[in-house]
C-alpha cells in the first residue's frame, strides 16, 4: 500500500498546473490606465491605491468560465495595471467575457460591479 501512494504521489509531481491567467503581481501598481470602448471611446488614468486595489481584488474575484462564441465590438473595458519598475498587466474585457489570447471566455462574476468601480476614474 505505500508503494501505491508513492507512485501515485510521485506521479503527481510531475503534472504541470495551468497558470491562472488572472493571477497578478503581490505588489501594488503605481497606476492604472482605464480604456472605454463602448459605443464611444473614453480613457483615464488613476494613481488611486485605493481605488487600484479594490479594481484588482475584484478582477482576482472572478472565474474563467467557458469557452464563448460571442464578441462584442461596443462594450469593451481595457485595464492596464503599471508598476513600478515598469512593468504593466493588461485585462480586456467585452460585453460579459474576458479576452485571453484573442478568444472570448464567460466571466464567473461581479462585471457590473467591476464597472461602477471603473466609473470613479472618471470623477
Known sequence: MLLCALLFVSG??????????LDMKEAVPV??????RWEYYASAES??????????E???SFRIGAKSDI???DFT??????????SEERFVFEGYN???EKEEYEVEGDLRGL?????????
Open 115 to 123: 464597472r461602477t468601480l471603473l466609473e470613479k476614474c472618471f470623477e
Open 58 to 60: 475584484k478582477i482576482k
Open 12 to 21: 503527481c509531481a510531475g503534472e504541470k498546473k495551468e497558470p491562472d491567467p
Open 77 to 86: 473595458d481595457v485595464i492596464v495595471f503599471v508598476y513600478a519598475d515598469g
Open 47 to 56: 494613481e488611486d491605491k485605493e481605488l487600484i486595489s479594490a479594481v484588482k
Open 31 to 36: 497606476k492604472m490606465v482605464y480604456e472605454r
Open 71 to 73: 464578441m462584442t465590438e
Open 98 to 100: 474576458i479576452v485571453l
